[in-house]
C-alpha cells in the first residue's frame, strides 16, 4: 500500500537508471563502432595517401606517368567499358525473365546468379584457366586458331564479366518482383509496345535501381583482383590492370608507385560510395 | 461491341482455372462477372483481354477471332483491381499514355490529345487533379483516373478487375451508382469481376454466375435472385435458409404450410429470409419457432428463430421483415411464434 502513494519517488529513479544505462551502452557501442572504422577503413585509406604523396607530388605523378601505370589504368578502364554494359544488359534480361515470366529452371536461375559471390575470385579464375589455357579443355582447338585467350585481354574480360554479373540482377529482381507487372499490362492493354512499355513504364520504374546495380559492378570491375590475377600473367604494359600493378610495384619495392596507383582506386571507392549514397537517396525519394 | 466466348478452357498446372466456358455477351450491356474467389472470373477477364492465353477455345469481339490478337490490338480498355496508375507519372500523363503510343499515323496532335484528356478528366470529375501524381490520390480517385485512361483510347469493350475491390464502403456505395450512369452514357460493352454479389445485383445488367471455373447462370440480375438455377446460386445470391428433408425437416415444414410433392424427396427446400411470415403463437402447439434475436438492417430487421421441432433443436432460421411490420407485431425475446412459408425453391 506504502509503495502505491509513493509511485514517483519509486518510480523516478528506477526510469533514470535505464536511461543512465542507455547512455552508457549506447556510448561503448558507438565508440567501438567508430573506433573499428577508424582502425580498419580510415586509417589504411589515410595511409595509402600518405605513401604516394611521401616523396613528394612530383614522384607522385611521374610514378602514375610512367607507361606501364598508364597502361594499367588504360586496361582497367578498357575492361570496365567492356563488361559493365555487357553486365547491365544480362542484369536486365535476368531480371526480366526470373520476375516476368514462369519458365522450368527459374529457381536454378536464380541460384546460379548468385554463383560469383559464393565461389571464390581464384576458383572462378582458375575456371577459366582450366576451360581457355594451353592444357585446357579449348586450348589445342584455340592455340591452333591463334586465339589467345588466357594471360591476354580476353581472358581478363572473361574473368571481370563472370566476377561481376550478378550485381545489376541482385539489385532489379527484389524491385521488379515488388513492383509487379500490373502497370506494363495497363500500358500494354493501352495499345503500347513492348519496346515503348519498356522504355516509358518499366525503365522509368527501375532507373535508381538500375544506376544503383551499374554503379557496383564497375566498382568491382574495376577493383576485382583475384580472379584477373589468375588470368593475367601479369605482363607489364600488357595484362596489368591497375590492382595487378599495384601488387607488382609493392613486390618491386617500388612504393611511390604502388601507393600511387593504390590512391586512384581508393579514390574511385570514394566516388562509388557518394555516388552510392546519392542514388540511395534518390530511390528512398521514389 | 458483342463478345462472344467459345468452349474456353484454362489449367494451371493440374487445376482447371476455366473448364469449357461458353459465353455470349450482347452490344452495351454491363455485365458482373460473379463467383467466390479462385472460381476463375479474373482468369476470364485475362483471357478476354489478351492478358492471359486460354488453353482452349476462342474470343470473338463483334464476330471477329480475337484468339491471337495481341493485348495491345483487341481494343479493349482494363481497368485493374489497384488501378496500375503509372507512379511516374501526372494524372494528365497517365490519360494521355494510350494517345500518345499510337502509331505516328494515327496519333492525334499534342493539343488534341490535351483537348480529349481534360474532357475526359472532366467526365470522370477529376480535371483539377490534372497536374497531381497518382500518390497523391485517394483510392476513388485513382480508381476513376484509371477508368478515364482506359477509355481514352475509345475501346469497344471495358474490362473491369474487382472495381470497387479495394474502396471503402462509403465511396464504394458512390463510385457504384456512377459507373452506372458513366456506362448508360457511354454504352460501351462492359464486363467488370466481383465477389460481392450485392454489388454485382445493384450495378449489372446481366449477371454470370461463376463456380470452380464453370458457368452456373446467367441472366438479369432478378431473374437470377427469383429463379436460382441451382443450390450453389441459391445460397451465394441473397441469404436463403436450407431445409433439408432428409434431415427430419419434413414434418416440419409440412405445419408451416409448405406444400411437398412426392417428387421433392431427396431434396432440399431453400427459403429466403422475406418469404417467411410471422405471427404471434397462439397456443404453444402451433407455434414453429422461438423467437431468438434479431437484428436492425435499416429498412429490414433480421429475425433470428430457433425451431421449436423434437428432431432437430437449436438449428437456426432466419427470417425479415420491414421495420414497420415488425413493430406492430409487439414481439420479444422468448415468443413463441407460428411460421407460414410463402415460397421455397427446390434443389437436389
Known amino acids: ?286 | 461491341m458483342s463478345i462472344l466466348l467459345s468452349n474456353i478452357s484454362k489449367n494451371f498446372g493440374k487445376f482447371s482455372a476455366l473448364d469449357h466456358i461458353n459465353l455470349e455477351i450482347p452490344e452495351g450491356e454491363l455485365v458482373a462477372l460473379l463467383g467466390p474467389s479462385g472460381c476463375g472470373k479474373t482468369t476470364l477477364l485475362r483471357i478476354i483481354a489478351g492478358l492471359e492465353q486460354a488453353d482452349e477455345g476462342r474470343v470473338l469481339l463483334s464476330g471477329e477471332d480475337k484468339t491471337d490478337h495481341h493485348v495491345s490490338r483487341r481494343g479493349i480498355g482494363f481497368v485493374f483491381q489497384h488501378y496500375a496508375l503509372f507512379r511516374h507519372m501526372t494524372v494528365f500523363d497517365n490519360v494521355a499514355f494510350g494517345l500518345r503510343v499510337k502509331p505516328k499515323k494515327t496519333r492525334p496532335s499534342e493539343p488534341e490529345i490535351a483537348g480529349k484528356v481534360h474532357a475526359l478528366l472532366e467526365l470522370v470529375q477529376l480535371d483539377w487533379l490534372h497536374d497531381r501524381f497518382p500518390d497523391q490520390l485517394s483510392g476513388g480517385q485513382r480508381q476513376r483516373i484509371a477508368l478515364a485512361r482506359a477509355l481514352a483510347v475509345e475501346p469497344s469493350v471495358l474490362l473491369l478487375d474487382e472495381p470497387f475491390g479495394a474502396l471503402d464502403a462509403s465511396v464504394r456505395k458512390d463510385l457504384r451508382q456512377w459507373l452506372r450512369s458513366l456506362h448508360h452514357e457511354l454504352n460501351v460493352t462492359s464486363i467488370f469481376v466481383t465477389h460481392d454479389q450485392e454489388e454485382a445485383m445493384e450495378v449489372a445488367s446481366q449477371v454470370v454466375v461463376l463456380n470452380h471455373g464453370r458457368i452456373e447462370q446467367q441472366g438479369a440480375p432478378s431473374d437470377i435472385y427469383d429463379h436460382p438455377a441451382n443450390a450453389f446460386v441459391s445460397k451465394f445470391i441473397g441469404q436463403t435458409n436450407v431445409f433439408s428433408l432428409e434431415h427430419h425437416d419434413t414434418q416440419w415444414l409440412q405445419t408451416t404450410g409448405l406444400q411437398i410433392a412426392d417428387d421433392r424427396q431427396g431434396k432440399t427446400a431453400h427459403v429466403r429470409p422475406h418469404d417467411i411470415d410471422i405471427q404471434k403463437a397462439s397456443d404453444d402447439d402451433s407455434a414453429q419457432a422461438i423467437l431468438k434475436d434479431w437484428q436492425h438492417l435499416g429498412a429490414l430487421i433480421r429475425i433470428e428463430l430457433v425451431k421449436n421441432s423434437p428432431d432437430h433443436p437449436n438449428a437456426t432460421v432466419y427470417a425479415e421483415m420491414p421495420n414497420e411490420q415488425f413493430k406492430q407485431l409487439q414481439l420479444h425475446k422468448g415468443d413463441k411464434v407460428s411460421l407460414r412459408i410463402r415460397n421455397a425453391h427446390w434443389f437436389h
Request: charged residues 10%.
Open chain 1, 1 to 286: 500500500m506504502n509503495a502505491m502513494t509513493n509511485v514517483h519517488p519509486v518510480k523516478a529513479p528506477t526510469l533514470q537508471q535505464a536511461l543512465h544505462d542507455t547512455v552508457w551502452v549506447r556510448w561503448l557501442l558507438t565508440a567501438v563502432a567508430v573506433g573499428f572504422i577508424a582502425l580498419f577503413l580510415c586509417l589504411p585509406l589515410a595511409i595509402v595517401i600518405f605513401e604516394a604523396f611521401a616523396k613528394g607530388w612530383e614522384t607522385y605523378s611521374a610514378a602514375l606517368l610512367q607507361p606501364d601505370a598508364q597502361a594499367a589504368i588504360g586496361l582497367t578502364l578498357l575492361t570496365a567499358l567492356a563488361t559493365v554494359p555487357l553486365n547491365t544488359l544480362f542484369g536486365l534480361c535476368a531480371a526480366w525473365a526470373v520476375t516476368r515470366f514462369e519458365f522450368f529452371g527459374k529457381s536454378l536461375l536464380m541460384t546460379l546468379i548468385d554463383l560469383p559471390f559464393s565461389v571464390s575470385p581464384v576458383i572462378s579464375g582458375l575456371i577459366f584457366v582450366l576451360m581457355f589455357g594451353a592444357q585446357g579443355w579449348f586450348g589445342p582447338w584455340l592455340s591452333e586458331h591463334d586465339i589467345k585467350i588466357i594471360f591476354a585481354v580476353p581472358g581478363i574480360m572473361l574473368a571481370t564479366l563472370f566476377i561481376t554479373f550478378p550485381f545489376v540482377a541482385r539489385e532489379l529482381i527484389p524491385l521488379m518482383q515488388e513492383m509487379g507487372s500490373e502497370e506494363e499490362e495497363a500500358a500494354l492493354s493501352l495499345g503500347a509496345s513492348g519496346w515503348k512499355t519498356f522504355w516509358q513504364i518499366t525503365l522509368p520504374n527501375i532507373k535508381w535501381a538500375l544506376l544503383y546495380g551499374v554503379l557496383l559492378c564497375n566498382a568491382r570491375a574495376m577493383g576485382e583482383f583475384g580472379a584477373v590475377s589468375v588470368v593475367s600473367g601479369h605482363i607489364r604494359g600488357m595484362t596489368n590492370t591497375l590492382p595487378l600493378h599495384v601488387e607488382v610495384s609493392y613486390n618491386e619495392y617500388d612504393f611511390v608507385g604502388a601507393f600511387a596507383g593504390a590512391s586512384i582506386l581508393a579514390g574511385l571507392a570514394i566516388i562509388t560510395l557518394i555516388l552510392k549514397s546519392v542514388l540511395e537517396w534518390q530511390q528512398g525519394k521514389h
